[in-house]
């Protein structure tokens, strides 16, 4: 319903902020990270939306970026995974880190957000990672260990991950192919990537 809200920020708390549009002003659920970094009262700001409707609460949901808006959408997918929980898991890692998480199937990582069980951190993983799987046209996802991910493999990797926060495989490709070099690390080819797109 919305996509973004900009205005003027009227204040902050630890997870929310209020963004005056016109006399009106909209509370946002937002991570910590998205709360302690917005602005300053009185800054403009434009956060990306996320409206979740309950039987009995309406909640806006706002994101510093495109990229952390597609995370989230991905996260609440996966069953056991409401706003909260996504959040959380936002709080925690930045969605370069996520999706370098879930393209890893590295679950320790997600299990660190708060509310993050090490069960719903391995569904997280296995839930997603079926989803790039078939963006990608695969038959299954590929078993990808965190603890040695071989050279060749990065830029099929980087471009896995960045098809987990919604971009096309055209564009995670032409991303992957423009900052990929020789010897970089799959965060760091992701983290590139993720300004090209």
């Known amino acids: 319903m919305f996509e973004y809200i900009s205005g003027t920020l009227e204040h902050t708390g630890p997870d929310y902020c209020v963004v005056d549009v016109a006399g009106i002003g ?10 302690a970094t917005v602005g ?23 994101f510093g970026s495109k990229e952390e808006l597609a995370a989230f959408e991905m996260l609440i997918t996966v069953s056991g995974v409401g706003p909260k929980v996504a959040q959380a898991v936002l709080n925690t890692l930045s969605p370069s ?6 393209a890893t199937g590295d679950h320790k990582a997600i299990s660190r957000s708060k509310g993050v069980g090490p069960k719903l951190a391995q569904r997280v993983v296995l839930e997603l990672k079926d989803k790039v799987a078939k963006d990608l046209g695969a038959e299954k996802a590929p078993d990808i260990l965190v603890e040695a991910v ?20 055209k564009e995670a490709s032409d991303a992957v192919r423009k900052v990929f070099k020789e ?11 993720l300004r090209q797109v």
């Open 26 to 35: 909209f509370r946002l659920n937002t991570s910590a990270r998205v709360a």
């Open 40 to 62: 300053h009262k009185g800054d403009k700001v434009k956060l990306y939306t996320f409206l979740n409707v309950k039987e009995d609460e309406l909640s806006l949901f706002g």
């Open 97 to 102: 880190e996520f999706c370098l998480a879930v």
């Open 150 to 169: 071989p050279a060749g493999y990065i830029g099929s990797d980087a471009v896995a991950a960045l098809m987990v926060l919604g971009y096309s495989s």
């Open 183 to 193: 010897g970089m690390t799959l965060e760091e080819t992701v983290r590139l990537a």
